[in-house]
């Protein structure tokens, strides 16, 4: 069996939805609920959140979890993740088989993803691991905030992007999700070792400047990304209205 880092990173900071890892969903914090999540996955062998923020620290503390303080300079959770992953490798070299990052804003991230994943990751040929799952509604496929992907006949990743993609060129858009299979990204990763340190080498790319997607850096510099589909839906928080949809609906 794998030895299977995962790691969620949190930011008290963002610019769309401040302090969003503590709002409370149902009684418990988002980066509590995300935590849970992984825990219960028999597939990852260590849970950490990383953060640059005190407030997020003691909530991780105070619900049992364990998380480590990082850098406030790290420009996306990629970078962030990777400060975790090198102070825990350099205590224990080479232990680690694989590192998996949770986003902070998926609190209802199921354990049966992560397996899917860490599953694909554990793959001799795969270097970096996501998931998609099928759009079925138009409004999230015309949402700038639920990021699309594309992928080949062997679910290699050709492209993400916040527009719709493929365009479909002879469909009115109300049509375009019945008449095509579009992907939304789900937001986890998987990465080798070795892959994780190379891509935290590279300089931001002109694409990923583009479109603010840090994993078109790593696909311009010419570094596989192999998708699966789940079936299961996610619920990702971008905005204070998405949680107030969220608990309007519970």
């Not at 849970?47 to 850098?71: H, K, P, Q, Y």
């Not at 609190?107 to 795969?126: D, G, H, R, V």
């Not at 375009?176 to 579009?182: G, I, P, S």
Request: contains cysteine.
């Amino acid at each position: 069996m794998m030895n299977i880092l995962g790691i969620i990173p949190a930011r008290y900071a963002s610019s769309r939805f401040p302090g969003k890892p503590l709002a409370l969903i149902n009684g418990k914090s988002m980066i509590q609920r995300v935590y849970e999540q992984v825990s219960k996955s028999k597939s990852i062998s260590k849970t950490v959140v990383a953060t640059d923020d005190d407030r997020i620290v003691d909530a991780v503390i105070n619900f049992g979890g364990e998380v480590m303080s990082t850098s406030a300079e790290h420009p996306n959770g990629t970078s962030r993740c990777f400060e975790v992953y090198k102070k825990l490798d350099s205590e224990k070299p080479g232990f680690y088989d694989a590192v998996v990052n949770i986003q902070g804003d998926e609190p209802f991230i199921e354990p049966s993803q992560i397996a899917m994943l860490c599953s694909l990751i554990s793959k001799k040929n795969t270097q970096i691991a996501t998931l998609a799952k099928k759009i079925i509604a138009t409004d999230e496929l015309f949402n700038p905030n639920v990021v699309k992907l594309v992928f080949g006949l062997h679910k290699n990743v050709l492209y993400f992007s916040r527009n719709p993609i493929p365009f479909n060129r002879n469909i009115d858009e109300d049509g375009w999700a019945e008449n095509c299979d579009y992907y939304k990204h789900i937001g986890i990763y998987g990465f080798k070792p070795e892959v994780f340190d190379e891509i935290n080498q590279l300089t931001p790319s002109k694409l990923e400047e583009t479109e603010n997607l840090e994993q078109l850096r790593w696909l311009e510099n010419g570094y596989q990304i192999k998708a699966d589909i789940t079936e299961t839906e996610t619920i990702g928080i971008d905005s204070p209205e998405d949680l107030r949809k969220l608990i309007n609906k519970s």
